[in-house]
């Protein structure tokens, strides 16, 4: 299997693994200790944690407090919900995870446009919203948003600034001027099951989830030392690996993208994660073409709306037809993709399309 789908979700480092095994709980250990307890156990498994913490703010600004959540999409959640905005700004092309909690909260809310490499117009901020949130890699088409310039614009309208940074946290430079910025473990080579909330110092939110107060009072629900100390080996290993890992994602995209050559790129070409090649051919059977290659792995969109059956509402914002969006796929490369793989997997996709007559 040839796996290409590193946007929904990347294999498990080794050194994350290895940082887990002693807190997975085995009945012979004290790794299973409840990290909220008092007693010797659970100070260690306490102190885990608190390593993990800060292994994750390393990827993230200083000036701020990191607080564990289930994922990306509960900090998101948290992030909206808890600010107590009721007018809120979100870019066109956010993650649903974005997009359906902002609607819940403002249904009128100002959906700002991208231009067709999928950059936002932030000159189309309206006045008095009181949250503004943006991406900072797009998942599907892997654009990189200017996002501390549009953190500006937010800031001088009186708003605050919400970053997803799920794509883009242990790849690039955190978003600096951000308010709250959400990240996801599974996505940095970490286990699923654990993202987390970054907060500027001085901003306070109401808790979405009650409880004991675990997480200084903003997050209820025991932790699991072992899903916190994979997501912090996970970041330390990221930070230390950006600008190798940039650079092999550069060299995997250029050959993708050489061998590919006649299909159309979605998305920008120099504003992008080179991790992510989103790319259309007309009148290509995208589900012909996967049934073809049913030994790897790549999408036609997000996973979180695979199946749906509709077109991808990132590629409609850009301005394309349903036909060229249904016509589109998402390659995705990562730490651990060998050339050899995408120059075999570039080429039997050709191959696969070109036996389509296309």
Not at 210 to 236: D, K, V
């Amino acid at each position: 299997m040839i796996y290409l789908d590193h946007q929904a979700t990347t294999p498990l480092a080794p050194e994350a693994r290895a940082a887990m095994m002693p807190w997975l709980g085995g009945a012979d250990t004290s790794g299973f200790a409840n990290p909220h307890s008092p007693h010797r156990p659970g100070r260690a498994a306490a102190a885990a944690v608190e390593v993990a913490r800060e292994q994750v703010a390393l990827l993230l600004p200083p000036g701020g407090r990191v607080t564990f959540t289930s994922g990306a999409t509960e900090a998101l959640n948290l992030a909206i919900v808890g600010s107590g905005a009721r007018k809120l700004a979100v870019s066109a092309i956010e993650h649903a995870a974005v997009l359906d909690t902002a609607r819940a909260v403002d249904p009128a809310m100002a959906v700002l446009p991208v231009d067709g490499e999928g950059l936002v117009d932030d000159a189309a901020l309206p006045p008095g919203v009181g949250l503004v949130a943006v991406m900072q890699v797009n998942n599907e088409i892997g654009t990189i948003q200017p996002v501390d310039r549009i953190a500006a614009r937010a800031h001088h309208t009186g708003a605050l600034f919400l970053c997803d940074a799920v794509q883009g946290a242990g790849r690039i430079a955190a978003p600096a001027e951000a308010d709250m910025i959400a990240i996801s473990a599974h996505k940095i080579y970490g286990p699923k099951g654990i993202g987390a909330l970054w907060l500027r110092d001085g901003l306070d939110l109401a808790p979405l989830i009650r409880g004991g107060r675990q997480e200084g009072g903003l997050r209820s629900g025991t932790l699991s030392p072992m899903l916190c100390a994979g997501f912090g080996a996970a970041a330390a290993l990221a930070q230390t690996r950006m600008a190798e890992d940039a650079s092999h994602h550069t060299a995997l995209w250029h050959r993708a993208r050489a061998i590919l050559s006649r299909w159309t790129l979605n998305g920008s070409a120099d504003a992008r994660w080179p991790g992510n090649l989103n790319l259309r051919l007309p009148g290509l059977d995208v589900g012909r073409l996967m049934s073809d290659l049913r030994d790897m792995a790549f999408s036609a969109g997000s996973a979180c709306a695979s199946g749906s059956g509709r077109p991808s509402h990132v590629l409609r914002a850009l301005g394309l037809s349903d036909h060229d969006a249904k016509s589109s796929i998402r390659l995705g490369f990562g730490r651990y993709t060998e050339l050899r793989e995408i120059e075999d997997a570039c080429a039997r996709i050709e191959a696969a399309a070109a036996a389509q007559g296309v």
